[in-house]
């Protein structure tokens, strides 16, 4: 017979990076019976960040720190975290959610929050797939190190790519961005960072049309200039691809409202348009994606369920209640 008590909650928090955590934080102060479901270590994209210098209160902070106080601050208050990964949410006839793992757990909850993040958005040409992990990579903080003293490629203009180019500095002997435009999306400070770190080179208007190498790794790049169309050649030991994520929208089943890059639609209290299913962090549509957004979206998310809940609750009363008063 299954256990109920392990498989039914009140809210099931999917992903476990700072939304996740700070949704679970306020979950638990909200004595709501919280389970939240991750499939690597707690801290998200926090972990794939070597330093922090942008959440506030934390002039300098490892992203690996951050992480481990956000995880021990959301267990101090009674966070259930397990390690599996969401492969569905699906919203039963019954008005629940049915959340299905990898490890073939189903655990049921009247209220999802989706703080699964996004995955990043891969160039698409020929080589990326081929030489994944054998020098492209997603990730400075776990790759870099594997560079040093080398040429290295970072590919994109956004704050990603710029603050992972300057990081790479720390390995390689010297840091190209190519970025497809000649004016980059990254914040001001960080491009001013960027600018004035000897060992990044601006390579503008160039799109990454090929990737080439031997058995040995990565050779080079094959680039073509946007404004002129002409070919040309980047000699490279690495490359590191920063072009954006996706959100991990694709756990969902069935219709919701999406923007043009596929980021949930919210409204204010963070539902989405399939009622009980709130979205905080990186896979909701808004204008920047920081830590400091992620957690403020996560607070709304988990005390607008706390709500929803009182309101589920009310529902069947009220119902009664202008049945009766009809009747009169
Ligand atoms: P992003 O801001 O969307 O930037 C993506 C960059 O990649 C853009 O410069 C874009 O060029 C370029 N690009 C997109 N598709 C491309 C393609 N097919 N080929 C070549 N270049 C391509 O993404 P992000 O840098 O990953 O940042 C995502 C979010 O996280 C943002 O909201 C960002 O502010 C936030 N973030 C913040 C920090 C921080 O504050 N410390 C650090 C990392 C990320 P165009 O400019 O021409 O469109």
Redo the contacts with the bound molecule.
């Keep these: 017979m299954t256990d109920h008590t392990k498989t039914e909650y009140d809210v099931i928090i999917v992903g476990a990076g700072p939304a996740g955590l700070c949704a679970a934080m306020y979950a638990g102060r909200g004595m709501l019976k919280a389970l939240t479901i991750e499939r690597g270590a707690p801290g998200g994209e926090l972990l794939n960040t070597d330093l922090i210098e ?1 959440y506030i209160g934390f002039e300098s902070v490892k992203g690996w720190e951050l992480a481990q106080k956000m995880a021990e601050h959301a267990k101090k208050f009674g966070a259930e975290i397990v390690t599996d990964t969401v492969e569905r949410i699906r919203k039963r006839d019954d008005g629940w959610f049915d959340v299905a793992t990898a490890r073939g757990r189903t655990y049921r909850a009247p209220a999802v929050i989706l703080t699964a993040g996004g995955t990043p ?1 891969k ?1 698409g040409v020929p080589g990326e797939k081929e030489y994944a992990g054998k020098g492209v990579s997603y990730c400075a903080v776990c790759d870099g190190a594997f560079f040093k003293g080398e040429v290295l490629a970072v ?7 710029v ?1 992972e180019a300057d990081y790479l500095t720390r390995y390689a002997s010297k840091v190209y961005v190519v ?3 000649h004016q980059l ?1 990254a ?1 001001k400070i960080l491009q001013e960072r960027a600018f004035a770190n000897p060992k990044i080179e601006m390579i503008w208007n160039k ?1 990454v049309v090929e990737i080439k190498g031997t058995d040995r790794g990565i050779h080079h790049l094959e680039l073509v200039d946007a404004v002129t169309g002409a070919r040309s050649n980047l000699l490279v030991g690495g490359v590191f691809i ?4 996706k959100p991990n929208a694709g756990l969902v089943e069935g219709h919701f409202k999406h923007d043009a890059g596929g980021y949930f639609v919210t409204d204010d209290r963070m539902m989405t348009s399939i009622p009980g299913l709130f979205a905080a962090g990186d896979v909701r549509s808004q204008l ?3 830590i400091t957004t992620a957690v403020g979206d996560a607070t709304t998310a988990a005390i607008a369920v706390e709500k929803y809940l009182a309101a589920l609750r009310e529902e069947p009363q009220l119902v009664r209640m202008a049945r009766e008063a009809v009747r009169e």
């Design positions: 942008d958005v160039l590919v994109g203009g956004g704050d990603a790519a603050e970025h497809r435009r999306r914040s799109q920063f072009i954006g994520f920047t994606r920081q």
